[in-house]
């Protein structure tokens, strides 16, 4: 299935169609009922200059297992990006939005630079809730810290508060780095502890009924 889908991707993108359209016919396709939507219809690719040289990150991450130490993180493509059709949309309409505990660098990172996206984000700072990724100052897997590392970040919880400061005003900090709590409300979030381990779904389900409660809760000052 993962092998299909990469081909039909790859064959209606080369026939023209645009990416918001292929993840809509991929979804439907899949039985995934919620709305998916990309961050843009561009081609943007993340690369890094490594010890071993300049890596696609597919080359990083999957051919050198992320083992070359990171001089520099660089996106490829953004000049020309804009949202998705629809992005735009569904943040204002949504209720909550919630920022994932996945990395920061390169996986929440080239959503957030792509041109008008953070002042989207922006916007929605006071329905946006982040999840730390990190439990303990450990990534639950893949090179987080490393990354963070190499774009000068503090690599740990707080680090990760700092840069989605001006997006989220609640943060879900795990219970391993409850010592962090009173630095990163210092910042101006609303904070709740909790196991972000998402291990299962009932433990998915704990941390965003978490992040919904945050919202419930006065804004901090």
Request: glycine fraction near 6%; charged fraction near 25%; proline fraction near 7%.
């Amino acid at each position: 299935r993962d092998l299909a889908t990469h081909l039909y991707r790859t064959g209606r993108l080369a026939a023209g169609a645009p990416l918001h359209r292929v993840t809509a016919e991929l979804a439907e396709r899949l039985g995934v009922r919620s709305r998916i939507l990309p961050m843009s219809d561009a081609r943007i690719e993340t690369r890094l200059k490594t010890a071993a040289g300049d890596l696609h990150f597919q080359e990083y991450f999957v051919r050198e297992h992320w083992r070359p130490a990171v001089h520099e993180i660089y996106w490829t493509g953004l000049d020309e990006a804009s949202p998705a059709p629809g992005v735009a949309e569904a943040l204002e309409a949504a209720q909550l939005v919630l920022i994932a505990p996945s990395n920061p660098s390169i996986s929440i990172g080239p959503i957030l630079r792509v041109p008008g996206m953070r002042s989207l984000l922006r916007a929605a700072r006071e329905k946006t809730v982040a999840v730390s990724p990190l439990i303990g100052g450990r990534a639950v897997k893949g090179p987080t810290v490393e990354l963070l590392r190499a774009e000068g970040a503090r690599p740990d919880a707080l680090g990760v508060a700092e840069r989605y400061q001006d997006l989220a005003s609640g943060f879900v900090l795990d219970t391993e780095d409850a010592a962090l709590a009173p630095a990163i409300a210092a910042l101006g979030y609303r904070i709740a502890l909790r196991p972000t381990m998402l291990d299962d779904v009932d433990s998915a389900r704990d941390v965003a009924s978490t992040a919904v409660d945050l919202l419930r809760e006065p804004a901090a000052a």
